[in-house]
């Protein structure tokens, strides 16, 4: 189904193009020439295989001494097995690290913050690339953009003012996407399936048993107590996690859901624009906050160009 793009709106500036350092030509030559070299080295050897298969298991010498001797075996060529594991969504703690730009217009920080941080965050955004993203390389682009944004490069997980000033108050960005209004923490909640809190007091004080929230911008207020308490989302990175793929699958627009569907359209500024425009309510389709997504968006191309390019 098509999706207009239209009221995202398309910013007027972005960052000047990356400049092509020599280590993004040395990236390059080596993913262009390294599966080269690989398939010339395979074409050579490509008369041994039939040779390989063709031989009897009491011609090697372990098979014979394990249950396996003797029977007909399935064998597969190397590179299938190559082919697989690069398809594997889960990040390392040092490639999330590389995520996580030393320099852009909002954040700073060295490579050693950038590996500590990393080394807290990355099994559970891996979690969520593997179960809501399905591994594809071009939604995980995506959702790194928005979550370094959101969490001011992973530095934190809930949003610097706690609520104060804004309508839903206790109620704040909490997660890798900042989760925010008692509506979405409803929806977690039935989601997840979370235990009511009862009314004993909740971490948050504007939160009691008989007070009242706008359950969503220009809703109604209504009652929370005696619903789960939302720091929850914030103390357990489970949590963090699941949230945010529930969040990303679950936003509505244009007729459908789940944000999947605008991110395998590609990378083009509108549609970075776009999407920040579904996580952030449209506070962020300006120059700024839209170039700064883009500008990650680019970031993570360079570092992943070549094995988007094939899957």
């Known amino acids: 189904m098509p999706i207009d793009l239209s009221p995202a709106g398309r910013p007027s500036a972005y960052p000047r193009r990356m400049r092509f350092w020599p280590w993004a030509l040395t990236r390059f030559v080596c993913n262009v020439f390294g599966p080269l070299i690989v398939l010339c080295l ?3 050897s490509a008369g041994k295989w039939p040779q390989f298969l063709e031989l009897d298991c009491r011609d090697t010498e372990l098979l014979d001494k394990t249950s396996l001797g003797g029977q007909k075996l399935w064998y597969f060529h190397p590179l299938a097995f190559i082919r697989h594991f690069r398809r594997c969504g889960w990040l390392s703690a040092k490639e999330l690290a590389r995520c996580l730009p030393r320099s852009s217009a909002s954040v700073s920080l060295s490579w050693e913050l950038a590996q500590q941080r990393a080394l807290t965050h990355y099994r559970f955004i891996s979690r969520v690339n ?6 594809r390389p071009l939604r995980l682009l995506h959702f790194l953009a928005q979550t370094y944004i959101e969490t001011g490069g992973l530095r934190t997980i809930t949003e610097d003012s706690l609520g104060h000033g804004h309508a839903y108050g206790p109620f704040y960005g909490r997660g890798y996407l900042q989760l925010t209004w008692p ?5 977690y909640k039935n989601y997840q399936h979370i235990p009511d809190h009862g009314f004993s007091p909740y971490t948050d004080p504007r939160i009691t048993s008989t007070s009242t929230h706008p359950w969503a911008d220009g809703d109604d207020a209504k009652r929370w107590a005696p619903l789960y308490d939302p720091e929850v989302i914030a103390r357990d990175l489970v949590h963090a996690a699941e949230s945010s793929g529930m969040y990303w699958l679950a936003k509505s627009f244009r007729g459908t859901y789940n944000i999947n569907r605008a991110a395998d359209l590609g ?3 509108a549609l970075v ?10 506070a962020t389709v300006t120059p700024i906050g839209s ?3 883009y500008y990650l968006i680019t970031h993570y191309w360079m570092e992943w160009g070549m094995f988007l390019m094939k899957y």
């Open 42 to 44: 395979a074409e050579r």
């Open 130 to 135: 593997l179960k809501y993203l399905n591994s």
């Open 183 to 187: 509506k979405n923490y409803e929806a």
């Open 267 to 269: 990378a083009s500024p």
């Open 273 to 282: 624009g776009f999407i920040s425009w579904l996580i952030n309510g449209g």
């Open 291 to 293: 170039s700064s997504r």
